[in-house]
């Protein structure tokens, strides 16, 4: 009769030890997955109402001081600000939530953004070279809209809903470019003021 021969004792630990790493192999798999197939929730309703109270200060500047050169900086300066505010408030959220901003979903959500708002910085220099700076507010508020619905993709509902109300701005205001700056007042101040209330009400601070 042909018998079994035992399993040497230095055959089990290379059988457990592939077993082992099988399987961590299998939780990293899996947690890549969620990852990547999560939501981006790290988007801060605080920031982005702070978002909104710095367009309405810069509008307020623009007002007083209304000449295209003097816009164009205004609003530069508010946007660099408006960004380091952004980051910061996510990256406050996401430590609260124990999560990380740079996630699978947060990267989506940058990558997607970021392309439509280069579009708008090279489009800036573009029609204000060309002596056509009345197009500006109509221009920025369509891309920033377009850069938040395809980021917003990756993010709670009502962050790609923003983005649609910014388009709608954005062509209204490239339509009446004479509304070009209370446009600019409803749209970068308004809605991130509304829309942040709505994100902190219904997804925490």
Known sequence: MHMEQPMRADEQPSHTTALSDR???NISFIRRTMEASGTFTAVSGVGVMGLGLLALAA???T???PTPDAMLGIWTATAVLGAAVSGWAIARKARHRQESALSGPGRKFVLNFMPAILAGAALTVALFEAGLPELLPGTWLLLYGTGVVTGGAFSVRVVPAMGVAFMAAGVLALVRPDWGPVLMAAG???LH???GAIITWRYGG
Do not use: T
């Open 188 to 190: 970068f101040g308004g």
């Open 193 to 195: 003021l509304a829309f």
């Open 59 to 61: 509008s307020a500047l």
């Open 63 to 65: 007002v007083r001081f």
């Open 23 to 25: 399987a961590i192999e």
